[in-house]
């Protein structure tokens, strides 16, 4: 007996060295992997119960997650010198496609956010959310930390630009997202807390100021925010039916495929922006945690590599990978469950839809290649 | 600081360290504010947002219940319900909705002229509800939209159960009809409790029973989506959903006899007038026509615009109930009960004989009051003066007894008050008993002798209804029993098929009559059959029974000056209308009966006829011989049900029978019949 659990032991211990010897030429971070691979697969089961059952929903979100993970394979595998490099030209080629977008996009749900390339769409401003921060990161990346005014005026040019181009598509969500993304890279190189705080002022200013020139949906989004029980058919429906959904989920949930709000088509965007309400309805407080822990997971075990990163290009466009994550994940869940706004900001690998997914996942794939590259730069 | 900044690495790490651990920080606390959200809104709040979630799907849909039927007392099914198929419209469903229309009017299926209305009516609804298009579809019109279902999509065939009265007409002025529910309607009755209800009682049994017939109506919830659509396949959500099935309504049991109706209908064909036919010894209404009629079949399930108008503009009012509603003078029918209250009253001597001419004036006055057809009746006795109808001597009997004392005894008879008939409509007639003389001659003036007179002979001030008629016919022939008529007998619970039967309502006996003023009047009136002198001899002649009756003929002109009542030379509208009432057999009745044909002059002539061939086929057999008394029937209430006497009547029921009971025991009651000796 005791001779068999040895062997079973060293068995596994084998196996394991094995796989972790695979991940390692492969680039990969193992438990990263195993974190976004275990949220991946809970979004498909949520997803089959979402869509009712509409497998070829579930097909498109296989082959783009396979997407997104053959996408971040090989970025873990490009040398983050390569990336470097590259930051400015992604940024400016980014930036032309807004610019296309402004000019030829496709409106679609009164907003001009597609570029129409034959047989695929394409969303540039999903590309600005990882080509900010590298901008960011790579101006920074030579200049002495803390960055002085003058650097702060070329970062907030190099943000504002894109995120302007992307409000007035309209996507608010996407352009709040870009500016967080490029924000946290300049956070993370140490900008004065003086200047965090007259930015934030500016920020509510800003807000208050620019609610004249909201769209309509936009404004009317805020309003429901801070009274959903005024449009209860209205714009605050959302919000109401999403908090029931919520609620009436209990600690355990009604069970899988028996969420009557979701069922009977009562919580919009069930498979998109609010997937997370589906899961706190089917699968309860129990569900929910269990995911957030994963997400969780995800972002310390993000940060925590991006902390390893050998120069300040790395760590501040890890960092920002991991902190663009948490800001996704706690818009997403602080809007269904009504404790901000509404945003259209997706689930992140579980919400249905395209460009998100294949972000995301080379977002981690960038983050993987500056950790497992560290050795190779001094 | 320093005008020359490079960079230092160990620095920028910790810094970097720094704000990493400050964001995890903030990311922590972040976490904690939507764990806390979501512990509010799924532990704290779980109930509330349980019963939100539950409510948003479910929607509550009633289950009409069918309706009672009402059935004749041998067990015909007189108002019944029928499946029906009605076309439904699902406007979402539709792809091209003037396509969809033009192609039913191709399949004469929709009126052309109907579309623009269906059109504006689908409109104004939700585009998932369903709209009815075209209501009860026959047979043919179903199978030939049947074979093309697959050609109207969002179109399709509704099982619903409509009222259906399957012998049309017969008996309309008692069952009465349903309609749709109208706005008026709706202030008497709970509209919850008639969610899923289409029609309502609206006249006769219909509606005096409405609550009974109408049952419980049930209701089942269904799920629906955020858009109000049923879900079809509910699946594990089904399992809360609540049925409540639906209480059927109680089964009328009439007291109609279907054939003496049938036979009543028939014999006036073609007339404006009534029949009303009454077991005297419970109240039981064997016939109730009035003619014209109309199919409430017409009204049940929505009638036309086109339809009604002919009915209302008909100029023999088919929709007017005859029977409870026409108040007409009685004529010589009324001389019996003069007769008797001057009896009782002591104000003739029925042995005295008195000379009576062809007419007679009052004391004082010139003004001649004739005999109708000029005749004179030479020496006559009350007895006579009722069988050969002699007006003069009734002229003189009226003057004499005055109009207090006339109009104290009309009540009595059931004159000047509902008869209390168990369905609404009835009309009170008109009869000068002292309250209404108070009230419309207070001071005697404009009230002239002369009234008093033609009172006498059924004239001037006095008007009663065919109803009132036979039930002042029934309390003669039960020597002064008056029930309440009633159709409705029992109540059959339809799931049981218990049976409650009601009591009849004795509500008064005229204890004050002596029999030897009951045996008087009712020889008299036997005498009206039989006699060669007597109004009816020649309608009644060599019948089988004894007859006891009452001719009448109701003026609705005055003679022209010279006394002349020239038929012919009177339009129509405006001759005489014809009374005869009558019970039988004399000394057991069975039956009473009365008969107005309008317009149609002697009463002997026009309506004798109808009454004699009423009683024939409810008291003889095939082979011509009387019937025993009580005819086996399947729906029979159980004889000796004792009835309920109102609190108006003092006596024990025992001792009614006494004072009440002929010389023979009433065979022909079902009643009373068991209690004899």
């Known amino acids: 007996m005791l001779h068999e659990e040895v062997s079973t032991e060293s068995r596994t211990r084998r196996t394991l060295g094995g796989a972790a010897r695979v991940l390692l030429a492969l680039k990969v971070d193992g438990p990263l992997l195993t974190g976004l691979g275990l949220v991946a697969a809970y979004g498909l089961v949520v997803l089959y119960s979402a869509s009712s059952e509409n497998s070829p929903m579930l097909l498109r979100t296989v082959l783009r997650l396979a997407l997104g993970a053959v996408i971040m394979l090989a970025l873990a595998r490009v040398n983050p010198n390569v990336l470097r490099r590259a930051s400015p030209w992604l940024y400016a080629i980014g930036v032309l496609l807004l610019l296309a977008v402004a000019a030829i996009g496709h409106v679609y749900l009164g907003a001009k956010r597609w570029l129409d390339l034959g047989p695929v769409q394409f969303q540039p401003s999903e590309l600005m959310k990882l080509a900010v921060p590298m901008m960011c990161a790579w101006y920074l990346h030579e200049r002495p930390l803390p960055p002085r005014w003058s650097d702060l005026a070329v970062l907030s040019a190099i943000i504002l630009t894109p995120v302007a181009l992307v409000a007035k598509e309209p996507d608010l969500g996407t352009a709040m997202l870009i500016g967080a993304g490029g924000f946290i890279v300049v956070f993370l190189a140490g900008l004065r807390k003086r200047v965090i705080a007259t930015l934030l002022l500016l920020a509510v200013a800003g807000m208050l100021f620019g609610m004249r020139f909201m769209h309509g949906y936009q404004r009317e989004r805020l309003v429901s925010y801070l009274n959903p029980e005024a449009h209860p058919l209205g714009a605050g429906y959302h919000i109401i039916q999403s908090q029931i959904a919520i609620g009436s989920g209990g600690v355990f949930g009604k069970g899988w495929m028996a969420g009557s709000q979701a069922l009977l088509d009562f919580l919009p965007e069930r498979t998109t922006d609010f997937i997370f309400s589906v899961i706190g309805e089917e699968f309860g407080l129990l569900g929910v945690l269990g995911l957030l822990l994963l997400y969780a997971f995800i972002i310390g075990r993000s940060l925590y590599l991006s902390m390893q990163g050998p120069d300040t290009f790395s760590r501040l466009l890890g960092g920002s990978v991991a902190l663009t994550f948490f800001i996704y994940v706690f818009i997403n869940a602080g809007m269904t469950t009504g404790l901000v706004p509404v945003v259209g900001v997706p689930l992140p690998l579980v919400s249905y839809g395209g460009s998100s997914v294949v972000t995301v996942l080379s977002g981690f794939g960038i983050l993987m290649s500056l950790y497992s590259h560290r050795k190779l730069m001094g | ?677």
Not at chain 2, 29 to 49: F, I, K, M, P, T
Not at chain 2, 455 to 466: E, K, V
Not at chain 2, 562 to 581: Q, V
Request: proline share 8%.
């Open chain 2, 1 to 677: 600081m320093s005008p020359v900044r490079i960079k230092d690495h160990w620095r920028e790490q910790r810094m970097f360290d720094r704000r990493a651990w400050f964001a995890g920080t903030v990311m922590v606390l972040s976490a904690l504010a939507v764990l806390g959200r979501l512990y509010y809104l799924q532990v704290e709040r779980h109930d509330y947002y349980s019963v939100l979630a539950q409510a948003n799907g479910v929607r509550t849909e009633p289950i009409p219940a069918a309706r009672g039927l009402i059935i004749a007392r041998d067990g015909e099914v007189i108002a019944s319900n029928r499946p029906t198929f009605d076309l439904m419209l699902t406007p979402d469903e539709v792809p091209h909705l003037h396509g969809s229309l033009e192609h039913l009017v191709k399949l004469k299926l929709l009126q052309s002229d109907a579309i623009p209305d269906l059109i504006r009516t689908i409109q104004s609804q939700e585009s998932f509800d369903s709209v009815p298009i075209r209501l009860d579809l026959s047979e043919r019109e179903v199978a030939r939209f049947a074979v093309r279902r697959y050609e109207f999509p969002g179109i399709n065939l509704s099982p619903q159960q409509a009222r259906w009265y399957p012998f049309g007409s017969l008996a309309v002025d008692a069952v009465g009809y349903v309609g749709t529910i109208s706005a008026s309607d709706l202030k008497h009755i709970n509209p919850a409790a008639y969610a899923g209800t289409v029609v309502i009682g609206k006249t006769g049994v219909e509606a005096a029973y409405e609550r009974q017939l109408h049952g419980t109506n049930g209701y089942r919830q269904i799920l629906v989506n955020a858009l109000g659509r049923p879900v079809s396949r509910p699946g594990v959500l089904a399992r809360d959903l609540h049925v409540e099935p639906p209480v059927a309504g109680k089964d009328v049991i009439l007291s109609l006899d279907l054939k003496i109706q049938r036979l009543a209908e028939k014999l006036l064909k073609g007339r404006d007038g009534a029949v009303v036919a009454l077991d005297p010894w419970n109240g039981d209404i064997l016939a109730l026509a009035s003619s014209p009629a109309f199919d409430p079949n017409l009204f049940a399930r929505g009638i036309s615009e086109k339809q009604y108008q002919a009915l209302v503009n008909n100029p023999d009012l088919p929709l007017f109930n005859r029977a409870l509603r026409a108040q007409l003078p009685t004529g010589s029918t009324i001389k019996p009960a003069i007769a008797l209250g001057a009896l009782t009253d002591g104000m003739v001597n029925p042995k005295k004989r008195i000379y009576a001419s062809s007419d007679w004036h009052l004391p004082g006055s010139d003004h001649l009051f004739h005999n109708a057809a000029h005749e004179v009746c030479g020496w006559v006795g009350l007895r006579m003066a009722i069988i050969m109808s002699c007006d003069v001597y009734f002229y003189r009997l009226a003057y004499k007894m005055g109009v207090d004392r006339i109009g104290a005894w009309l009540p009595n008879f059931g004159f000047g008050h509902p008869t209390g008939i168990d369905i609404p409509g009835e009309q009170s007639g008109l009869a000068p008993t002292p309250a209404w003389m108070a009230k419309h001659y207070p001071h005697d003036d404009g009230w002239y002798p002369g009234d008093t007179v033609i009172l006498g002979i059924g004239q001037g001030s006095f008007l009663a209804t065919p109803l009132q008629m036979a039930h002042y016919t029934s309390i003669l022939a039960t020597r002064g029993l008056s029930f309440e008529p009633r159709l409705v007998t029992g109540l059959r619970n339809p799931r049981t098929q218990k049976i409650h039967w009601k009591r009849p309502v004795l509500d008064g006996n005229l204890r004050m009559i002596s029999p030897a003023a009951w045996k008087v009047v009712i020889s008299a009136m036997h005498g009206v059959t039989t006699n060669p002198r007597g109004t009816a001899y020649w309608a009644m002649i060599n019948s089988p029974y004894p007859i006891a009756g009452k001719t009448g003929t109701a003026q609705l002109t005055r003679e022209d000056a010279n006394g002349d009542y020239n038929k012919k030379a009177t339009p129509e509208k405006l001759r005489d209308d014809s009374w005869f009432i009558a019970f039988a057999p004399v000394q057991a009745p069975r039956i009473a009966v009365a008969v107005l044909v309008e317009h149609a002059g002697w009463g002997a002539t026009a309506a004798a006829p109808i009454a004699r061939k009423i009683m024939n086929a409810y008291l003889l057999g095939p082979n011509g011989k009387l019937l025993p008394a009580t005819p086996p029937e399947p729906l029979s209430e159980p004889a000796g049900l004792r009835p309920r006497v109102t609190s108006g009547v003092s006596a024990t029921l025992t001792a009614l029978e006494q004072a009440a009971r002929p010389e023979n025991p009433p065979v022909g009651s079902r009643v009373l019949a068991s209690e004899a000796p």
